[in-house]
């Protein structure tokens, strides 16, 4: 079965509109203060009450956000979807890039993924209760690679980590860039389920302006890459 695909950086209808067109039913949002695609609470929530009844998958991306804001976020999308990923069509994770314990991430009681990183403690991570994926950036393992590194990854988490992932049934997104060829043999040891790419200025004509044409094209080369 081919990885799926999912577009992050969301931070407008434009985007959703194209892209659920193109049969893409994962989006991210990215609240984190420093990113380019930062989306404002406001925004975020006038969006979700216009597609909530559309069947998407929907990543909501913190880094160092006190857990009173990522506790709010969860709370007033109940408030519009009612009780979450029960029946509902909008499937709603949260997504940590930090490196916290990892307590900070099971105690709000909700499904999330959470982006790897080589000094965490993989272990307390595996035994989270509402783990549901790991995102990788391919451009790290690129870098792994460069530096000689990637036994120790291919190690410790390709025949490690990752299949005890999948026994949790754990979801594996790679994030990549438009620009990346991803390499057959990380897709083999890795056993991807999603691809994750941005909303960048590889698919827009300035910034935050969508070049919808540009973004079919990119669509269509990543799907000859899966087949």
């Known amino acids: 079965m081919n990885p799926s695909l999912r577009i992050e950086g969301i931070y407008g209808e434009q985007y959703l509109d194209i892209l659920a067109q193109e049969g893409i039913r994962s ?9 380019f695609n930062f989306l404002q609470h406001h925004i975020f929530f006038e969006i979700l009450n216009k597609i909530k009844n559309r069947p998407n998958s929907i990543y909501l991306h913190f880094d160092q956000s006190p857990d009173f804001v990522v506790q709010k976020f969860v709370d007033d999308s109940k408030a519009i979807l009612g009780p979450l990923n029960s029946g509902n069509l909008i499937q709603l994770f949260l997504e940590f890039s930090d490196t916290r314990e990892a307590a900070f991430y099971d105690q709000f009681a909700h499904p999330f993924v959470w982006h790897w990183h080589p000094m965490a ?7 989270c ?14 870098k792994l690679y ?3 590194r990637f036994d120790d ?3 410790n988490v390709c025949s ?5 992932l999948k026994r949790k049934d754990c979801q594996i997104i790679l994030a990549a860039d438009w620009s990346h060829e991803v390499l057959p043999s990380v ?17 827009e004509l300035s910034y935050r302006i969508p ?3 540009l973004l079919k094209e990119k669509l269509n080369s990543i799907r000859q890459m899966r087949c």
Do not use: C, H
């Open 27 to 35: 989006f991210g949002v990215d609240f984190r203060p420093r990113s």
């Open 187 to 203: 897709l083999e040891f890795m056993g991807i389920d999603i691809f994750s790419y941005p909303i960048n200025k590889s698919v």
């Open 211 to 213: 070049n919808m044409i």
């Open 153 to 155: 990854f291919y190690k």
């Open 129 to 142: 209760t509402y783990l549901r994926g790991v995102v990788f950036s391919y451009e790290q393992i690129l």
């Open 121 to 127: 403690d993989l272990e307390k991570m595996l035994a």
């Open 160 to 164: 490690n980590f990752i299949p005890q």
């Open 146 to 148: 460069d530096q000689g």
